[in-house]
């Protein structure tokens, strides 16, 4: 790389892990970038970012560049601005803070024509990915430590910091001190640098993509999550799993958080509506895909090549994701009868939290088997279905209590229907309030459901069977969607 001084004197390398260091200490460092206006604005640096993107493995169509500087870049900003400022004031001009510009801005307007001439893709402010470089220097706490000993409220130590010296922390505290203590504590202009600037790190990363839908779980051996205990897995797959696989694949993300509005048990069936879900896609490598990709994908789901080919030739390039997701959703359904997907979309962070809001403000339909000890009639259970707005009152069941906090919770139980099946048995439709416990509001749990299904009845009552036949939750989400002519023509 070319030397970092004008005349010469020193060199700048750029290791394999893709920091930059002074070879020589003989430089002549600017004493206000620490030479990152110099040398870190050539061409030839640029090539060196840019490589490190190419290889990332990430595809994208635009770029946002993110650049940490050295907190006493700061510092030596102040000093340079005070010391014009002193020099007009002579001749009687005024220089305000907001009328110069700062380095950082000075560093993007010149390299982002650079950066995207070298990738071919434009800057947007906007994009999802980023490109972010990270400056160090040597001699940051030797020029910032008096700040600290003036401001000390403005320097706290912080769990995920190696140094009190933030950015955010030197701009709080050059905003509190009063020039004329700034201009005793620190030489203005700035002394020379004994060092230049460093490139800590080059890192590429995405924003999450998020897709929600709703699911149905029609096995009584699978579990909503991987199944896990003492490090030993208990089944071989979960909902989750059969899910997030699929789209973890396809957008070659790193990790996924999986959200739904409430749980089942392993052994419950989610039937009716289905339960609502969310995906978090964490840092995908790609987002974007072509026409053919989808006609790929289109032909292994055997799902009417000639009218998708037709529809994919007059599309957005966001269209062409949705319709992407669609046909995911009919390779994760027709990857297992244990679980059904639908409505599979994209929707925006804020829906998670919609999704999750009012989780027991609404209320879900079940049917359960139910089995008595006693021999019952059809009249014994009758008067069950004249029971309107129940209150129980429900402490935490036994088998949740070592991942949930002892409480006494009140639930209500709007609804409940009867259908006699024999003497031992009767089959339960109940409408609640969503969070209640079914099971433990048929057995009692050991008196800790109050009443309970067992106590109105005066039997020992067990519960065989359970369904979540209906979730009543409206989850109103912002979602990407096909209008409603490209819907009917996917689904005909």
């Known amino acids: 790389m070319d030397s970092l001084s004008q005349n010469g004197e020193g060199k700048l390398s750029v290791t394999e892990d893709g920091s930059s260091s002074s ?41 946002v560049l993110s650049v940490s500087f050295p907190p006493q870049l700061s510092v030596r900003e102040h000093a340079a601005w005070l010391l014009v400022k ?4 002579k001749q009687s001009l005024s220089l305000g803070r907001n009328d110069i510009v700062q380095l950082k801005e000075a560093y993007k307007w010149i390299t982002h024509p ?8 434009p800057i947007d402010g906007k994009s999802l990915f980023e490109v972010s470089v990270v400056f160090a220097h040597p001699e940051t706490v030797e020029d910032c430590h008096f700040l600290r000993a003036i401001c000390p409220d403005c320097f706290k130590p912080a769990k995920n910091k190696q140094s009190v010296f933030t950015r955010m922390a030197v701009m709080k505290a050059l905003n509190k001190i009063k020039e004329e203590d700034f201009c005793k504590q620190f030489p203005c202009p700035p002394n020379s640098p004994k060092a230049v600037c460093t490139v800590l790190e080059i890192e590429c990363a995405h924003g999450a993509v998020f897709v929600a839908g709703r699911y149905n779980k029609y096995s009584r051996n699978l579990p909503q999550t991987p199944w896990i205990i003492d490090g030993e897995r208990k089944l ?11 789209l973890l694949k396809v957008f070659k993300a790193e990790s996924f958080n999986f959200s739904s509005s409430g749980r089942e048990d392993v052994d ?26 989808i006609k790929e994908l289109q032909q292994v789901n055997h799902f009417m090549t000639w009218k998708l080919s037709c529809f994919c030739n007059s599309v957005t390039e966001l269209e062409l994701l ?54 019952i009639q059809r009249k014994d259970i009758e008067f069950l279905d004249d029971i309107k707005d ?85 989850v109103e989400m912002p979602v990407y969607t096909l209008n409603s002519a490209n819907i009917m023509l996917l689904q005909h």
Not at 29 to 55: P, T, W
Not at 86 to 89: A, L, N, R, T, Y
Not at 114 to 121: A, I, K, P, R
Not at 408 to 425: A, F, G, K, N, P
């Open 86 to 89: 002193q020099e007009m004031g």
């Open 390 to 474: 129940l209150n129980i009152d429900q402490k935490t069941p036994l088998r949740v209590l070592h991942r949930r906090p002892l409480a006494v919770r009140t639930r209500i139980i709007h609804s409940m229907e009867t259908r006699y099946v024999d003497e031992h048995h009767f089959r339960l439709y109940l409408k609640t309030q969503a969070g209640t416990y079914i099971k433990e509001f048929v057995h009692g749990d050991f008196g800790r459901t109050k009443p309970n299904i067992g106590s109105l009845m005066d039997v020992t009552a067990d519960i065989l069977e359970l369904d979540v036949e209906v979730n009543h939750l409206i």
């Open 114 to 121: 650079l950066f995207s001439e070298e990738l071919g893709v």
């Open 236 to 246: 071989e797959s979960s909902v989750e799993e059969l899910i997030s696989d699929h």
């Open 23 to 63: 070879k020589n200490s003989n430089l002549n460092v600017c004493n206000v970038c620490l030479g990152i206006l110099q040398d870190f604005c050539e061409k030839e640096f640029i090539k060196k970012v840019c490589q490190k993107v190419e290889a990332s493995g990430f595809e994208f169509t635009n770029l």
């Open 268 to 293: 419950v069936r989610t039937l009716g509506n289905g339960r609502p879900f969310a995906i978090e896609l964490v840092n995908p490598h790609r987002v974007h895909f072509t026409s053919q990709e």
């Open 322 to 375: 949705i319709v992407f997701l669609f046909l995911i959703l009919q390779k994760i359904n027709n990857s297992s009868n244990k679980i059904q997907v639908r409505d599979l979309q994209l929707v925006t962070r804020e829906a998670i939290g919609h999704m999750k809001e009012g989780e027991e403000e609404k209320t879900k339909t079940y049917s359960a088997l139910i089995w008595t000890n006693k021999a």
